[in-house]
Nanobody, 124 residues
């Protein structure tokens, strides 16, 4: 059984920073894409950032327009962990942030897994 466990959420003032972490555990042979999504009250879940491949300089990253230049996604393939560094936070970044990962199953298909979510609140 595979689990994704997020950490690092909390309350921060506008302009502040937070770093989210998401660690995948269980029987894992390969992880393809990893990423972060968020869902604000009354809104649909939306993409924040994803990273595909080996991560770092060898991976392909993608960011939603509202977070470009402020958020940075990174990945540690040894630890099966993905991070989201969030700088210059705004009140509109307030949401529950969910980690997502596509992990190879026993039949060699990549299956999406989700974390339980971590609350990020940006408020004076």
């Amino acid at each position: 059984q595979v689990h994704l466990v997020e950490s690092g959420g909390g309350l921060v003032q506008p302009g502040g920073s937070l770093r989210l972490s998401c660690a995948a555990s269980g029987i894992i042979t390969s992880i393809n894409a990893m990423g972060w999504y968020r869902q604000a009250p009354g809104k649909q879940r939306e993409l924040v950032a994803t990273t595909i491949g080996s991560g770092g300089s060898g991976g392909i990253t993608n960011y939603a327009d509202p977070v470009k230049g402020r958020f940075t996604i990174s990945r540690d393939n040894v630890k099966n962990t993905v991070y989201l560094q969030m700088n210059s936070l705004k009140p509109e970044d307030t949401a529950v942030y969910y980690c997502n990962a596509f992990i190879k199953s026993t039949n060699n298909f990549y299956v999406p897994y989700w974390g339980q979510g971590t609350q990020v609140t940006v408020s004076p």
